[in-house]
């Protein structure tokens, strides 16, 4: 996930090596926050895995037991459709399991799920705290601040992202919306929400955690239950970032994702307002 990066008017040179003039290569990534965003796809990776597994022992979500396959589980149900509907899986062993033979560690892997889950949680929340020192250290912090007008302006670039591919279709222009910020509203509005989201899925972690010996924090998203089914959607609202995310990166181009790799990019070609 791309973050906020050191200031952009600060020119490591004025011309590209091509010698385009008026674009200037500069600074856009400082180093602790590029380490911590590519660090957040394997732990992020470990925590989905194995929280999936951990929910698998104890759904969140049930419903009476169905009459025809006894499942009570909702992934249940989709892993016994997929099964009866896909070509080449109508002999699958279990197919009550097959959600979480495929998008976690296994059904009945709980103890070492859990063992997984605490140690990416711990790497995490510390990979978190280098996010917060990078941000500090290269100014990346004030790009992420929202604006007054970011909800608005959002629904401009989401506009702009749904007509994309039409434009493409029918080989017409499709002009991108102009912000002199580093990240355009919708942009903002999503890297603002994500580190919240992170913050959220560390305290309802540690509520679920130590359910009596911070009863406090476990009462202020209403016990335990509750805890977990905030915990439950948090996950789903990292993974539904990171998938449009990594699309439209791509989209964007190299320049942006080389931003990430090295810390500097060749396509500024305006000063930028923080």
């Known amino acids: 996930m791309s973050h906020s990066t050191q200031l952009d008017h600060e020119p490591i040179a004025t011309l590209t090596p091509g010698n385009q003039a008026g674009v200037r290569v500069v600074r856009r990534h400082y180093m602790l926050v590029r380490y911590s965003h590519w660090l957040n796809i394997p732990i992020l990776l ?38 009866a509907h896909v070509p080449g899986l109508h002999q699958y062993s279990s197919p009550p399991d097959w959600v979480y033979n495929h998008i976690s560690l296994g059904p009945g892997m709980l103890a070492a799920a859990l063992r997984l889950h605490w140690l990416c949680a711990d790497l995490f929340m510390l990979n978190g705290l280098v996010f917060v020192a990078g941000s500090a250290m290269g100014g990346g912090w004030r790009s992420l601040l929202p604006r007054r007008t970011d909800l608005r302006d959002a629904f401009k670039m989401f506009r702009y992202y749904l007509g994309v591919p039409l434009s493409k279709l029918t080989r017409r222009s499709w002009l991108h919306p102009r912000f002199n910020t580093k990240y355009n509203p919708l942009q903002r509005v999503a890297y603002f929400s994500v580190p919240v989201a992170g913050l959220l899925s560390v305290l309802t972690g540690w509520a679920l955690h130590k359910p009596m ?52 990019s060749t396509r500024a070609e305006r000063w930028e307002d923080f």
Do not use: N
Not at 71 to 78: E, G, K, R, Y
Not at 249 to 262: K, Y
């Open 46 to 83: 470990g925590l989905i895995l194995s929280g999936v597994s951990i929910y698998w022992a104890s759904p969140v979500y049930k419903h009476k037991p169905s009459p025809e396959t006894g499942s009570f589980d909702p992934f249940a149900d989709i892993g016994i459709w997929i099964c």
């Open 213 to 264: 010996q911070l009863h406090w924090l476990t009462a202020i998203f209403g016990g335990y239950d509750k805890a977990r089914v905030w915990h439950f959607w948090l996950m789903w609202i990292l993974i539904l970032f990171v998938v449009p995310h990594v699309i439209l990166v791509l989209a964007d181009g190299w320049d942006t994702l080389r931003s990430m790799i090295v810390g500097w």
